[in-house]
T-cell receptor, first 116, second 111 residues
Framework: NAGVTQTPKFQVLKTGQSMTLQCAQDMNHNSMYWYRQDPGMGLRLIYYSASEGTTDKGEVPNGYNVSRLNKREFSLRLESAAPSQTSVYFC???????????????FGDGTRLSIL | GEDVEQSLFLSVREGDSSVINCTYTDSSSTYLYWYKQEPGAGLQLLTYIFSNMDMKQDQRLTVLLNKKDKHLSLRIADTQTGDSAIYFCAEINFGNEKLTFGTGTRLTIIP
């Protein structure tokens, strides 16, 4: 059971470089999410996608873009990386739907990103 | 806006009970969750409680909810070394698919 798969697991970038974090889920979930985790701040939502073809901003979207490529895949792009974007990034998915808010979110193992 | 608060650290002796506390501000919260994060891993759902419930028990885990005080707690009975992790409280409300997470409580087990 793969669940939610994130690639890469680790990455070091220089300031100004760009990169795309990949996420795929095999649970046929409608909703997908990108979070960042910083020490002492919990998880903060960057972007989410309630269904294929839709994306919405979360709490901290600046400096990021997302693409919901299909139902399985949701990518996060850093166009011009900055040291403040050094963090651990988590992708999650859930059944979704307005009456399914009780469905838990399933998380990937994270991408540890360092910007020098 | 929603806000969820937790203490950052908790140390407990092996075999004792651990109680991790969480407070939230959104009175329209519907579901409240506890997630566990082990080192180098993602978050794993432990348990959740609906806002019209006061208590939920699942093996060694007991969740208590005080809606009046907007206080949620997770009790782990007979704490074991494998319980060492960061525990996150999270809440969600009607019509909103976005979870709001607390800062996480790092539980350390003392042998």
């Amino acid at each position: 059971n793969a669940g939610v798969t994130q690639t890469p697991k680790f990455q070091v970038l220089k300031t100004g470089q760009s990169m795309t974090l990949q996420c795929a889920q095999d649970m046929n979930h409608n909703s997908m999410y990108w979070y960042r985790q910083d020490p002492g701040m919990g998880l903060r939502l960057i972007y989410y996608s309630a269904s294929e073809g839709t994306t919405d901003k979360g709490e901290v979207p600046n400096g990021y873009n997302v693409s919901r490529l299909n139902k399985r895949e949701f990518s996060l792009r850093l166009e011009s990386a900055a040291p403040s974007q050094t963090s651990v990034y988590f992708c999650a998915s859930s059944e979704g739907g307005w009456n399914k808010y009780n469905q838990p979110q399933h998380f990937g193992d994270g991408t540890r990103l360092s910007i020098l | 806006g929603e806000d969820v608060e937790q203490s950052l650290f908790l140390s407990v002796r092996e075999g004792d009970s651990s109680v991790i506390n969480c407070t939230y501000t959104d009175s329209s919260s519907t579901y409240l969750y506890w997630y566990k994060q082990e080192p180098g891993a993602g978050l794993q759902l432990l348990t959740y409680i609906f806002s019209n419930m006061d208590m939920k028990q699942d093996q060694r885990l007991t969740v208590l909810l005080n809606k009046k005080d907007k206080h949620l707690s997770l009790r782990i009975a007979d704490t074991q070394t494998g319980d060492s992790a960061i525990y996150f409280c999270a809440e969600i409300n009607f019509g909103n698919e976005k979870l709001t997470f607390g800062t996480g409580t790092r539980l350390t087990i003392i042998p």
